[in-house]
């Protein structure tokens, strides 16, 4: 990759690449989730249970459903905003589930570039720093850094 790249991403640092649209996490999601994943625990499935034993009183959304919504997101940041030809996932830093995502709340997915690091391939292996938020909550649902490798 030439210098210019290098340069153009470090020039982001900081910044904020993407925010999704809200998105309403609903039963019909939460189950669908349940099904993909063969976690059918009844705080996120039976929200007749969820009602009269769980301290929320409702189902919650899945921790990895709640994570699962990043990849569109980091996608759209990397393909969409800094207009890479290839993007793979290489894992996650500092991941922190901070609040339950009731059912039927909304959420969204913030992503800011972190940390650039360029690889002898030519490629990039980029730092995401990325919050789900929830909305009308302070705290997010949650945050956590996912490392891409990057082609552009």
Do not use: K
Not at 76 to 86: F, H, K, R, S
Request: some cysteine; hydrophobic content about 45%.
């Amino acid at each position: 990759m030439p210098d210019s790249a290098a340069a153009h991403l470090r020039g982001r640092l900081g910044q904020q690449l993407a925010c999704s649209d809200w998105i309403t996490l609903d039963q019909a999601r939460i189950d669908a989730f349940a099904h993909a994943t063969g976690d059918h625990y009844w705080i996120h499935t039976d929200p007749g249970r969820a009602r009269a034993e769980g301290r929320l009183g409702t189902t919650i959304a899945h921790g990895f459903l709640t994570l699962s919504l990043l990849a569109p997101s980091c996608l759209d940041a990397l393909l969409g905003t800094l207009g890479g030809t290839e993007v793979l996932n290489y894992g996650m830093e500092a991941l922190r589930f901070l609040a339950p995502v009731r059912c039927g709340e909304r959420v969204r997915c913030a992503v800011a570039l972190g940390e650039v690091n360029a690889r002898p391939d030519g490629r990039f292996l980029l730092g995401l720093d990325c919050t789900v938020e929830i909305d009308g909550q302070d705290r997010p649902a949650l945050v956590a850094r996912a490392l891409m490798l990057f082609t552009c």
